[in-house]
């Protein structure tokens, strides 16, 4: 049954996030309800200087639109769902976790990606998070980070206008808002963010009609998948901000689990594998943690605590 009163979309108002929110708005209009989309400024968005771990990681982008739900100003709202955290203390669930997009990292590179075959060659690149930062250092350890902060856009525009030698984006960010072509190659070696390329639908706890309305979006590979990549990083205690790595895919029955955490400074890596059939996943991410944590990344942990 269509409803009377249209569903209220809450995103911020970047370009990809209304791509994403507009997405939404697209299969819940397919089955037969009305909808609008209502922007939400985050404190992500506001402060565009801050490096997003002194900010208290992605959850800066995520509280605006929580607030928007807890006070009734939208009905529910669409995340990346890489930026929503693995606790949640609030009155809010997911609904549904939409279809994968591309999970890979990739480099933009205005000048080419030739200075990446010259080992002495002390390359700028430019991120904002931390895992990238650490997994690039351990692959490339003389080369030098610096913090690039805004949306897609803003940050695209940034690496043409500074000399830097290349940043690295999210393909699926990218690739949603057609500007892949800047891409200048897939880091298919980088294991991405848990859930990356994949977007949520929150909601309130109690609000059966938006649950009857969104539940039908979920895509139950991906919500596997990216539930498994996410319960690694809680077991952790890691945070989103934190660099750790986690990627699960399903191959015929079988359902694997790569993961990583670092130094931030990329000199230390603990890395793992795991496989299961795909009906025993479940509690799959906290034993690739534990085993992490054994190996000794609870010292990572403990260093990312201490900043």
């Given amino acids: 049954m269509a409803m009377t009163n249209a569903v209220r979309i809450g995103t911020r ?12 708005a697209h299969q819940i209009e397919k089955k037969g309800h009305k909808t609008e989309l209502v922007y939400v400024k985050s404190e992500g968005d506001l402060d565009l200087t801050t490096p997003l771990t002194e900010m208290g990681g992605k959850g800066v982008f995520t509280k605006a639109l929580d607030d ?8 529910l709202a669409v995340h990346s769902y890489k930026d929503l955290p693995t606790e949640n203390p609030l009155p809010l ?19 080419g990606i030739e200075f990446l075959d010259d080992e002495d060659f002390a390359a700028v690149i430019a991120t904002s998070s931390n895992r ?10 003389n080369h030098n980070i610096t913090n690039i902060r805004g949306n897609v856009n803003t940050r695209l525009q940034k690496v043409h206008e500074n000399n830097w030698d290349g940043a690295i984006f999210a393909a699926a960010g990218l690739n949603r808002i057609n500007l892949d072509h800047h891409i200048s190659m897939y880091l298919d070696w980088m294991l991405p963010a848990p859930a990356q390329g994949a977007m949520a639908v929150m909601i ?20 596997l998948c990216t539930g498994i990549e996410r319960e690694l990083l809680n077991e952790m205690e890691a945070g989103c901000s934190a660099p750790v790595g986690a990627y699960a895919w399903i191959d015929g029955t079988n359902l694997t689990l790569q993961a990583a955490a670092l130094t931030t400074d990329g000199t230390l890596q603990y890395d793992i594998e795991l496989i299961s059939s795909v009906d025993k996943a ?24 201490s900043r």
């Fill in 68 to 75: 928007a739900l807890l006070e009734n100003r939208i009905d």
């Fill in 93 to 111: 669930k997911v609904s549904a976790v939409l279809e994968r997009d591309d999970p890979r990292d990739s480099l933009v590179a205005p000048k």
């Fill in 132 to 141: 990238r930062k650490a997994q690039w250092l351990h692959r490339y350890p």
């Fill in 13 to 24: 108002d970047s370009e990809l996030a209304v791509w994403q929110a507009k997405n939404v």
């Fill in 282 to 305: 479940k509690g799959l991410g906290r034993k690739a943690a534990r085993n992490l944590l054994e190996q000794g990344a609870d010292k990572l942990v403990e260093e990312m605590k």
């Fill in 204 to 223: 309130r706890n109690d609000d059966a009609k938006m649950e009857e309305i969104s539940s039908p979006l979920n895509h139950a590979v991906t919500a």
